[in-house]
């Protein structure tokens, strides 16, 4: 069935540094591919996401580009804040089914 | 426009009971899911619905069962509780179920089986 892979938490960044969190993926049909976000004690909410390949999500500095030879999409942001902490969900999506989730990357900035 | 919401937000059970949790979708939404987040964990998928209809099952027995009702607000009820059904219950709601749509999530609902 389809997966998602994500690199191993937690990460631990010093404020403005560069963030990368890896994600590859399996599927047998052609996924649209997403990033989600979870603050402490609240639902997912969408931080980006890309529907073919070569495409490039991007929000408030974050941004992903589907690679479909990889079979990846890094989240990537230059200059990470505090307000950045939180836990990362690597997703897709196949036409008619439901979202299969990575098991999540926690990040913490320090200020 | 309001959001997915969910109810309650926190619930303790004793092992055996059963519980249902309840969500409203977005508005406009027709599309409903379920997902069971266990602690440290990504979410795993429950159920689906797609106008009243369940569209889509996860690996998750039989005593998880759920409705959605014509205004698209959708309930997860889960029978004989276990222990290992404590977890955060994610309600999501979409405008379709086609690859691209993204779904909204609601808060929540934590729920500890003791």
């Known amino acids: 069935g389809d997966s998602v892979t994500q690199m191993e938490g937690p990460v631990t960044l010093s404020e403005e540094a560069f963030l990368t969190i890896n994600c590859t993926y399996t599927?047998?049909?052609?996924?649209?591919l997403f990033w989600y976000v979870q603050y402490p004690g609240e639902g997912l909410q969408l931080l980006l996401k890309?529907?073919?390949?070569?495409d490039k999500g991007s929000n408030k500095g974050f941004e992903a580009t589907y690679r479909k030879e990889t079979t990846s999409f890094h989240l990537e942001k230059g200059s990470v804040q505090v307000s950045d902490s939180a836990v990362y969900f690597c997703?897709?999506?196949?036409?008619?089914?439901?979202?299969?989730f990575g098991p999540g990357t926690r990040l913490s900035v320090l200020p | 426009e309001t959001g997915v919401t969910q109810s309650p937000t926190h619930l303790i059970k004793t092992r055996g009971q059963q519980v249902t949790l309840r969500c409203s979708s977005q508005?406009?939404?027709?599309?409903v899911s379920w997902y069971q987040q266990a602690l440290g964990q990504g979410p795993q998928f429950i159920f689906q619905?797609?106008?009243?209809?369940?569209?889509g099952r996860g690996n998750f027995p039989p005593r998880f069962s759920g409705l959605q009702f014509p205004n698209y607000s959708s309930e997860l009820n889960v029978n004989a509780l276990e222990l290992d059904d404590s977890a955060l219950y994610l309600c999501?709601?979409?405008?379709?179920?086609?690859?691209?749509?993204?779904?909204?999530f609601g808060q929540g609902t934590r729920l500890t089986v003791v």
């Open positions: 619905y797609y106008r009243e209809e369940e569209n």
């Open positions: 999501a709601s979409s405008l379709d179920w086609a690859a691209s749509t993204e779904a909204f």
């Open positions: 508005s406009g939404h027709n599309t």
């Open positions: 997703a897709l999506r196949a036409g008619g089914q439901n979202f299969v």
């Open positions: 599927a047998t049909g052609y996924p649209s």
């Open positions: 890309a529907t073919k390949a070569d």
